[in-house]
């Protein structure tokens, strides 16, 4: 990895990420050196600027960050760095140096998770979802099999639009039975995960 660490006086910023929800975890500064060290010892090591010296992220916490990959951006000069953390990152305890949690988010699948969270929870008889919730458990699991049925019946067929319609519907029915059963889609995916480490 050719990194231009003349062009900013030695240093280069890394962006340290996290490499199962890729949220961004904190900024800190890499020499050579401590570059060098990250590699060897798959803990990310930096230049501290205050403390003028490298720096072992969690040397005293113990809240390391275990490296998993590093990527040079296109100038050659930051790199992204991703890891997994063991522990909170931020020195004042929090997830990330921005105060948010670090939780995997799955686009607009987890808005939707949200979503359904919330309309389990309201009494609402305009809500679709709130009715599902009423009429309890045994229907709500009938649902997703008859709407499996229907995308394996439009799987059959030509129809590519009928096909991604069912297929909607399947998967939000999902989610409502994962509601129902207390299940995060994240649990369901840490599965698929693990599966795919092994495989």
Known sequence: MNID????????PAIIQ????S????????????FELTKESKRVTFYSRSKKRLW?????????????????????????????????????????CWSEQNLASYGFLST????????????SSKSYINSLKNKGLNKIAQKVGEEAVEVV???KDDNMDLF????????????????????????????????????
């Open 153 to 155: 019946i439009e799987a």
């Open 56 to 96: 072992i992220k969690g040397e005293e916490s113990g809240n390391f960050l275990e490296l998993v990959d590093m990527k040079l951006d296109c100038d050659r000069d930051s790199l992204l760095i991703q890891v997994n953390p063991v522990g909170p990152v931020c020195h004042t305890g929090t997830d990330t």
């Open 112 to 123: 939707l998770e949200k979503t359904i969270d919330s309309r389990w929870e309201e009494e």
């Open 18 to 21: 996290d490499s199962v929800t």
């Open 164 to 199: 991604l319609n069912e297929s909607a519907d399947l998967l939000f029915h999902l989610l409502v039975l994962f509601r129902a059963k207390k299940v995060k889609l994240e649990q369901v995916v840490e599965i698929l995960n693990q599966r795919h480490v092994k495989s």
């Open 23 to 34: 949220k961004v975890l904190m900024l800190g500064y890499m020499n050579s050196e401590s």
């Open 5 to 12: 660490f003349d062009k900013q006086g030695g240093l280069v």
